[in-house]
């Protein structure tokens, strides 16, 4: 037969005082955790495109000289586009573990809703960043040819290496970890 009492648990907590005394932690209702995950995720998204309009001011610019329908590019090829496809997962990199911290810091309590919303929020504002990044710019070779134009001009800067989108989250993961591994 079982009894719905239990006896007290009187092993002392850290600070001394007994077990059954310390009060129970409580997690937020189940509503408030979605709330923090939607909010996480929208402002994380929303953050992509200042991020990626920072990636377009930083990123070393791309010369070419357009002769009539010939693209000749000023730089060495391999150099400039590692420094973009470099400058592009730096911002990335860093917008990630900033988000983190904060997210750390106002929603830790909400736990993996908030973790989830980090890695999906992340991944979606990095694309949000390659986007407007590359917007940002005068335009692509081909659209400068195309509108005629002649000599030599700074086109838009452009992803190449595409998984650097994956910065963002992983970055985000990384850094709310080690805050976690804190506590």
């Known amino acids: 037969m079982s009894s719905p009492w239990a006896a007290p648990d009187l092993r002392p907590a850290a600070d001394g005082t007994p077990l059954s005394l310390v009060p129970a932690r409580t ?4 509503w408030q955790d979605a709330w923090a995950g939607l909010l996480t995720v929208a402002v994380t998204v929303l953050t992509g495109a200042p991020v990626g309009l920072l990636w377009a001011a930083l990123a ?3 010369h070419v000289r357009i002769i009539g329908e010939q ?3 000023l730089e060495r090829w391999r150099d400039v ?3 973009v496809d470099g400058s592009y997962l730096a911002a990335v990199l860093l ?3 900033v988000g983190a911290a904060l997210a750390w810091w106002w929603a830790a309590q909400h736990g993996p809703v908030v973790v989830l919303a980090l890695a999906l929020g992340g991944l979606a504002a990095a694309a ?3 986007v407007v990044g590359s917007l940002a710019g005068d335009g692509s070779a081909a659209e400068l040819v195309a509108a005629g134009v002649q000599g030599q001009q700074e086109v838009s800067v452009r992803l190449r290496a595409t998984s650097a989108v994956l910065g963002w989250p992983i970055a ?3 850094t709310y970890l080690l805050l976690s591994l804190r506590r």
């Open 71 to 73: 693209v000749e590019l």
């Open 95 to 97: 917008a990630g573990a």
């Open 172 to 174: 985000s993961l990384v």
């Open 128 to 130: 949000v960043a390659m």
């Open 60 to 62: 070393p610019p791309v």
């Open 81 to 83: 586009f590692i420094a």
């Open 27 to 30: 997690s937020p209702p189940w």
